[in-house]
Every structure is written in C-alpha cells, then in structure tokens.
C-alpha cells in the first residue's frame, strides 16, 4: 500500500528566505508526482507535475525534484514571500493504485513579513 | 481551460437531512471523476471514484448508502450525503480526469463544499 509523508508538518519563515519542503513515498512504482497549494478553506491548485521519467520541474520561484528510486521529492521555494503562505500538498500517482492519487498530510508553511 | 466547479460552496444543514454536491467540469468532458473528503487539519481521503454511465467504486471503510454518488453526463457528478449527521461536517473536494485518455491523466480539482451538520 503506498503511503506519502511530508515533513515538516508545519514550517514558519522569515521573509525571504529559500526554503524546502520533504515528500517520500514507499512505492517507488509511480507514474508521476504533484506538488500542490492549499489556501485555508480553499481547493487545490495544481504547482507542479513531475512525470516518473523526469528528474525535475520548475516553476517561477519553485523546483520540485524527484528521486523515483529512494522515493522521494524536495520542493524548493526561492525568496519565499508571505504570499507563499499555504498549505502545500505532494500526491503520488501509482501504477499499483489503479491511477488513484494518494495524498501526503501537506507542511503547512508561515512566511512572516 | 480544465476548470472544474462545485455547488454549493458551502452549505449548513439540520441533522437527518441530505444534501447533495454537484460537481462539474466546465470546458472538457470528464469519463472519470473522484471525490474526496478533508478533515480539518488533514490530507485528503478519496470516498470514491465515479465513472460516467457507470456505478461508482468506493473505498474501503465508506459506506455507499450514505454517500451516494451519480455520474449522468461526462461533465456532471454528485454526492448525495443521506441522513446527514454531525460527523459528517467535513470539506468535499472534487476532481475530474479528462475523457477519452489514459487512466494516468492529470486530474483538475474542484474548489470545495464546506459541509456543516448541526
């Protein structure tokens, strides 16, 4: 059975700083890999999708990385602003869970101004 | 584009009533669509998966009489909570796989229905 784990589970910034948030999975047979962004009360928003066949993606200000074979994935924010704070979540799609998505329990970031 | 929609937003309810979700696709049309349920300060949980024309598949541990679930069209799904109770109060997320491709698809998801049972 896949399970995801995020650490930190909360994470509190100085403005400005470059900062990493942790995701691994135990079942490295995955077909890809998402990072996304949760605002309280909010849906999801999509970050960034890493396919298994890659190594990484960027995004303006973001770089999500993944090592399929240690299973896991590092998403990195440079310059972090408040406007970064949120709930960010990882999710693995596996190809022994029917393209189901399995979620890790989110680092709940705080950037102070 | 991949926009996917919920109603209502939010909704607060008496205990023993049921409330139904809709969830839509907007500008693509949707074979496959999951629901979810998020508990405050929790990851997401997949309830089910619906597929268009087809009885949903439901995930261990939830019970289909209570959450019942119809997919009548490729850009509509809904969640019937029946006989709702308190413990149900919980955030439903949606979200929609395009049609016609690979179960491998990228999932868009919907905004939220913040359920409240008094």
């Known amino acids: 059975k896949q399970e995801v784990t995020q650490i930190p589970a909360a994470l509190s910034v100085p403005e400005g700083e470059n900062l990493v948030l942790n995701c691994s999975f135990t079942d490295s047979a995955i077909y890809n890999l998402q990072w996304f962004r949760q605002d309280p009360g909010k849906g999801l928003t999509s970050l960034l999708l890493i396919q298994s066949s890659q190594r990484e993606q960027t995004s303006g200000r973001l770089n999500a990385s993944l090592d399929k074979s240690s299973g896991r994935s590092t998403l990195y924010i440079a310059a972090s602003q408040p406007g970064d704070s949120a709930t960010y979540l990882c999710a693995v799609k596996g190809d022994n869970q029917g393209g189901k998505l399995i979620f890790g329990q989110g680092t709940e970031l705080s950037v102070k101004p | 584009g991949a926009v996917v929609s919920q109603h209502p937003s939010r909704v607060i309810c008496k205990s023993g009533t049921s409330v139904k979700i809709e969830c839509r696709s907007l500008d693509f049309q949707a074979t496959t669509m999951f629901w979810y349920r998020q508990f405050p300060k929790q990851s997401l949980m997949l309830m089910a998966t619906s597929n268009e024309g087809s009885k949903a598949t439901y995930e261990q541990g939830v019970e289909k009489d209570k959450f019942l679930i119809n997919h009548a069209s490729l850009t509509l799904s809904t969640l019937t909570v029946t006989s709702a109770h308190p413990e149900d109060s919980s955030f439903y997320i949606c979200?929609?796989?395009?049609?016609?491709?690979?179960?491998?698809?990228?999932?868009?998801f919907g905004p939220g229905t913040r359920l409240t049972v008094l």
């Open positions: 979200s929609a796989r395009l049609a016609g491709g690979l179960m491998y698809n990228e999932q868009f």
